[in-house]
């Protein structure tokens, strides 16, 4: 008998044998919760809980010797219930009780004092932690601290040595390698791939069910004095749940000691504890009311629960439901439908769009995701209201949104930027590039995305605390814990994925392989594990066969090489997917390969088109027009028509025309390369192009939709070639009244290929006589100066249709623009600057805008069920709201009741100092968070015309005809344009085929963005690496508790600093009024006689330094202490 009265038999022998395994690499990530919070309050709280339950069951004991056994043990069970734990039943050699009591611990340790209930992970604010949020790679990480050892054993000791012992082994597998739960795999995958018969009543399968099923549903009651209002008929449920565990339990017990049936636990369920919201009742980890998680457990599962689990795994995931019930679901309005979002910092956190436009629906953890991938249609089912999200009023921390990617529309920014050197934003989980979009896309704006704007406008410090819920005032919402009591506009709703109906995500991904922990197994020697880099994509087994040939003998060569995979299966009883490889792809931090790994997982089309397609291009070159065509076009090649586009560029599909006519007016010509006479519909090349539906920009290259025989020779309006078109041409007044207007097929010779900065300077310097050597080559046809004033007059005139633009209600948001120079020897990052978005580039934009609106205006008034148009849903209701109460606290008058208002107050709020510029690009960044989508469509789809409207540009018809050679919804735009003025033959397909091209269109667009962005992401980090460390100001732009936002002016990159990451000796958060605030507390220097107080508000100005990490593409964002700036 040991110090406290237990007696220490068989089991004190299993403690110590499981405890000496601690010794190994510990690499999982319950282990990681167990180092995070190894310190003496952990171990403190520990024996403090322990000691209660040693009085509680010592006092029953004592009092009740004489009383019935199960009498005794329905007497502890209501001791433990007291003291917060679950003792659903009781064994000499079971202890649920630990597990829970080492994890409950190790949350309320740290989450009790400030919020009352079980939190999540505050990743963001420990650099310690992956900031991916990565509590998956158990490969990546070991306990090199044996302190846990020390805790446990304490505990078993103060349990009378039941603390360690066969049914702790799960819990203790939690601390092992990847191993054990590759073990539980094997079972699916001899079922999948030897396709023979399970084990008979193997005792294993169901010690493993007992621990999944101890961790999912003992967690609530654990839990009990945090959430008190859970009713007495729940708890009652956890109880009888464990009968179940109790008889499984009971047949484990019979299995010899060295008998290996440890589970780790998986993914999904390590996923849901470690990373449970404390907004969301803490019922929702476990099953409401006594019945099974839905989505952990299907029918069968339910129906069987009081059977032993013999000779069958337990299904992680739910069965989907039938397309048929799906229909029926969606009808009655019981399902909702919508595209996944993942979180790419929180890969834990998904959403769909909430069918009102007001708050996105939340799908937490993997387990309700259903294996469905970012991008995914899918259809999901909204869980019970106690299970919902409450979303707190103070918002200091509050997350209610994923951050959305590329969601920004290029209408609503700026454009006319260089298309050969496109540079996208950041998905490196802390860091944007603003993405600089190609210049022919002139419609007001590029494309970006607002991923670097860390948690964006949902982490904003916004105080509501005046407001109130009927009689309670809002600042106690945080103290209710039950959905139930709250008025809605306070909770979230959550669901959980029941069907996936369009699988969008490629299913490839990059990654790396290493060997399978369990070298005893059977499917260490036929499979590896693939590890993705992108933590939204599951880990998957791939055949060593798949493998390069030497990887099982020297599997440290490949530490890191870069693979790329695709996802074949995910079954319902498994973990992780089933994987097949599909290439390597060389050094992980490369140029080369990390730019073939994004586009293969992306699913850009890179490789070189077939003989079918070449076969459909022109073969006698060099190629002229057939006479037949000149005759049924207007021929303008005499006139004075020119390009202006980057000094790089190649496909050049649009130029311009301006002629003064004798009665003062103008002549102006917008003319776009007729790609449709060279895409014939119906052809291999029509079909290739269709699939491609868009060109990528790299930073380096492109990718093009067409063969280059097209882009950059027959259809790019080369100078001094003959070239046929499609022209819009107006008779205008000098203030660029239009007088009159004309469609048609053309032919045209450009004279002179202008850059910008040719047109720049002719804009910048009117009365300058240009020399020949000081421009392109020029055609002899037509002198400089007549083409320097046809540049004037369309400044001139660009000038006034872009105020009258602005007058009528348009908006648009400047974002910092970032721009690389390469080294033309070894194409490395030389250099890279913030783009100037210049007259020359709004010259050409105005026109675009103008010729896309009135070719929409034509071929709608045609063809009004099968016009391709384009629209623009105005901002998310939501997360609009979160901006105005933002810009409320911070006393910004910012006018949002219309994009014309929010134009003119982005302009005129910001005063004339020198940093009005840096405090707009902070608002601009998060203005554009409420942004959404613009879309493909076509018209005869929607039978409301008030949803053609373009929120951006605030016109009622839009559409793409300016960029045929890069995108085919152009190229569907001009043969709707051909057929609308008898010039071509109609259009061969249904709208219902146009509509499913325009969302494929959407899809592909959404996609090149990405790739765009994460290229720019890709050689930023090469560059930082190479030349850091960076030195830059930066302006803050949102404030956490622990951490704060800053906007990089030099880069117009975002990142978030961590206040622990910094040497200081304090930090405090507070509100002062409504604004937040963070007062830093530096640790003081050998020369310094006390601390120095750094004071960070929004809109404070701040020295940071960008240094490269660890990691091959990692780089941070170093505070610079105060009083060092420069």
Not at 293 to 303: L, V
Not at 771 to 780: A, C, G, K
Request: proline share 6%; with cysteine; hydrophobic share 35%.
């Amino acid at each position: 008998m040991d110090q406290l009265g237990y007696v220490k038999g068989a089991s004190v022998q299993v403690a110590k044998d499981g405890l000496n395994k601690f010794a190994l690499p510990q690499k999982n990530a319950y282990a990681r919760l167990v180092q995070k919070h190894h310190s003496g309050r952990f171990r403190s709280y520990l024996n403090h809980v322990a000691q209660k339950i040693q009085l509680e069951e010592s006092g029953l004991n004592d009092s009740s010797s004489d009383v019935e056994p199960s009498v005794k043990r329905g007497m502890t069970r209501e001791a433990l219930a007291r003291n917060g734990l679950n003792a659903p039943s009781y064994s000499p050699i079971k202890t649920a009780q630990l597990e829970q009591l080492v994890l409950v611990g190790s949350e309320k340790l740290n989450e009790d004092k400030t919020q009352g209930f079980a939190n999540r992970w505050p990743h963001k604010s420990d650099p310690s932690i992956d900031r991916d949020g990565d509590l998956e790679r158990e490969e990546d990480y070991q306990v090199k601290q044996p302190g846990a050892e020390a805790d446990l054993l304490k505990v078993s000791d103060a349990l009378g040595g039941r603390g360690i012992s066969n049914s702790l082994r799960p819990g203790i597998s939690l601390l092992k390698s990847s191993g054990s739960e590759e073990k539980d795999e094997e079972v699916v995958w001899k079922n999948k791939h030897k396709k023979r018969n399970p084990c008979p009543a193997n005792l294993d399968k169901a010690d493993e069910h007992l621990t999944a099923e101890q961790f999912s549903m003992d967690l609530p009651s654990a839990n009990a004095r945090k959430t008190s209002h859970l009713s007495t008929g729940q708890i009652q449920g956890g109880d009888k749940r464990s009968f179940a565990r109790t008889r499984n339990n009971s047949e484990s017990t019979r299995v010899p000691q060295n008998f290996d049936r440890k589970r780790q636990l998986s993914e999904s369920q390590a996923e849901t504890m470690n990373n449970s919201d404390c907004r969301i009742n803490p019922k929702k980890l476990g099953p409401p009311r006594g019945e099974p998680h839905a989505a952990a457990s299907t029918p069968g599962d339910r129906k069987n629960r009081s059977k032993p689990m013999r000779g069958r795994k337990k299904n992680v995931f739910e069965a989907y439901m039938s397309r048929e019930d799906v229909a029926a679901g969606l009808k009655r309005g019981e399902l909702i439908q919508g595209a996944l979002r993942i979180n790419p910092k929180k890969y834990h956190e998904a959403f769909i769009p909430s069918p009102d436009g007001i708050r996105d629906i939340f799908i937490d953890g993997m387990v309700a995701r259903n294996r469905a991938l970012n991008g995914d249609i899918v259809v999901v089912k909204l869980l019970p209201k106690e299970q919902w999200k409450v979303i707190k009023p103070d918002g200091n921390d509050k997350e209610t949104e994923v951050t959305h990617e590329s969601d920004v529309p290029e209408e609503l920014l700026g454009t006319c930027l260089p298309r050969d050197s496109v540079k996208g934003d950041a998905d490196s989980p802390d860091v944007i590039i603003e993405a600089q979009f190609d210049d022919n896309d002139a419609e007001n704006g590029q494309e970006s995305s607002q991923n670097g704007l860390a948690d964006g406008i949902k982490k904003l410090a916004v105080d509501t605390s005046e407001k109130e819920i009927g009689c309670a005032k809002q600042e106690d919402v945080s103290k209710v814990n039950d959905p139930k009591l709250l008025p809605e506009k306070f909770l979230q709703r959550t669901a959980k994925v029941v069907c996936i109906l369009e699988k969008k995500h490629s299913r490839a991904a990059t990654g790396f392989i290493k060997l399978l922990a369990d070298k005893n197994s059977e499917l260490f020697r036929k499979c590896a594990m693939f590890s993705p880099v992108d933590h939204r994509v599951p880990r998957a087994y791939v055949y060593l066969a798949e493998c390069p040939p030497d990887f099982m003998i020297q599997p440290e060569n490949y530490s890191s090489t870069l693979f790329i995979c695709r996802i074949v299966d995910w079954r319902e009883d498994s973990n992780f997917a089933f994987g097949q490889m599909a290439k390597s792809l060389g050094q992980a931090g490369e140029i080369e390969p990390e730019t073939e790994g994004i586009l293969m997982e992306y699913g850009v089309d890179f490789s070189d088109f077939s003989q079918d397609v070449l076969e459909c291009l022109p073969q006698s070159l060099p190629w002229t027009i057939p006479p037949a065509e000149l005759a049924n076009r207007r021929d303008l090649r005499k006139e004075c028509i020119f390009t202006i586009d980057p000094s790089t560029a190649r496909d050049l599909d649009d130029a311009l025309s301006c002629k003064e006519l004798p009665d003062g007016n103008f002549e102006v010509g917008v003319h776009i390369a007729d790609v449709s006479y060279f895409v014939v519909e119906g052809t291999a090349l029509d079909h290739v192009a269709s699939g491609r539906a868009t060109s990528v920009y790299l930073v380096q290259k492109v990718i093009p939709m067409l063969p280059r025989l097209l882009c950059e020779e027959l259809c790019s309006l080369n100078p001094m070639k003959d070239r046929l078109t499609f022209s819009v041409m107006w008779r205008m007044t000098p203030e660029g009244k239009i007088l009159d207007e004309w469609f048609g097929r053309t032919v045209i010779c450009s004279c002179v290929q202008l850059s910008y900065d040719h047109a720049q300077s002719m804009i910048e310097n009117p009365r300058k006589v240009f020399e020949t050597e000081e421009l392109p080559p020029i055609s002899p046809q037509h002198p400089i100066d007549e083409i320097h004033q046809a540049v004037l007059n369309l400044h001139r005139i660009a000038t006034h249709l872009r105020k009258q633009r602005f007058v009528d209600g348009a908006l648009r948001l400047d974002q910092l623009k970032l721009s690389f120079t390469l080294d033309k020897e070894s194409g490395m990052p030389q250099g890279c600057y913030i783009y100037q978005y210049r007259d020359s580039n709004k010259l050409v934009e105005e026109f675009m805008l103008l010729a896309n609106m009135a070719v929409a205006h034509q071929i709608y008034r045609s063809f009004p069920q099968l016009a391709l148009l384009r629209r623009h849903p105005p901002p998310q209701t939501k997360m609009l709201n979160d901006l105005v109460e933002f810009c409320d606290q911070m006393g910004l008058a910012i006018d949002f009741s219309s994009a014309g208002a929010l134009h003119k107050s982005l302009n005129e709020v910001f005063g004339a100092d020198s940093y009005a510029e840096a405090r707009k690009e902070v608002l601009t960044s998060m203005f554009s968070r409420p942004m959404q989508m613009a879309l493909y469509f076509c018209a005869g789809t929607l039978a409301d015309e008030s949803l053609f409207h373009h929120y951006a540009l605030n016109v009622p018809l839009y559409t793409h005809f300016t960029s045929p050679i890069r995108r085919f919804a152009d190229i569907l735009v001009h043969r709707l344009l051909s057929a609308s003025l008898g010039a071509g033959r109609p259009l061969g397909r249904r709208k219902e085929a146009i509509q499913k091209q325009a969302e494929h269109c959407n899809d592909r667009k959404m996609a090149s963005k990405r790739v765009q962005e994460l290229s720019a992401d890709l050689f930023f980090a090469v560059f930082v690496r190479e030349c850091g460390p960076l030195e830059s100001e930066a302006m803050v732009m949102g404030i956490l508790s622990e951490a704060f936002d800053v906007l990089v002016l030099r880069f117009g990159v975002q990142k978030r600093i961590y206040c622990n990451a910094l040497p200081l000796t304090g930090f405090r958060f507070q509100k002062v009024g409504k604004k937040p605030e963070l007062t830093l507390t530096w640790e003081p220097e050998s020369q310094e006689p006390e601390a120095t107080s750094q004071t960070i508000t929004i809109f404070t100005l701040v020295e940071v330094a960008l240094t490269p990490d660890s990691g091959p593409l990692r780089y941070s964002a170093v505070l610079k202490r105060p009083g060092r700036e420069k």
